[in-house]
Structure formats: C-alpha cells, structure tokens
C-alpha cells in the first residue's frame, strides 16, 4: 500500500469515488505519484519505473 503526505492525498481524495474499488483506487495513486515523480516525458510506463514497478504484471 502507498503512503503519500496528507497534503497530496488531500487534493487526491475527491477523486476517489471515480474509480471503482480498492485496488483500482489504489493503482491510480500509485500512477499519480509516479507521474509528479517523472522526469522528462510523463508516460505510463515512465511512472511505473520510477515508482520501482517497471517489471511489475499487475497492472495491465
């Protein structure tokens, strides 16, 4: 599970009934910290390396 800072899941959370269920909420918070994080161009693939899940199979 990701812990991120109040302040960004502040901003986050009314997002969240957007996304149906725990882990797909989950995988989109992973993404958006992962986007913030990325230098350059901002792809999927490039938020999932710098999160450490470039090899992951979990997210299809």
């Given at each position: 599970m990701?812990?991120?800072p109040w302040t960004i899941m502040d901003a986050?959370?009314?997002?969240?009934?957007?996304?149906f269920g725990a882990t797909t909420w989950g995988k989109a918070k992973t993404l958006c910290a992962g986007a913030i994080l990325?230098?350059?161009r901002r792809t999927v693939s490039e938020a999932l390396r710098v999160m450490g899940l470039?090899?992951?199979q979990q997210y299809a």
């Open positions: 990701l812990n991120l986050m959370n009314p997002f969240a009934p957007c996304f990325t230098p350059g470039g090899e992951s």
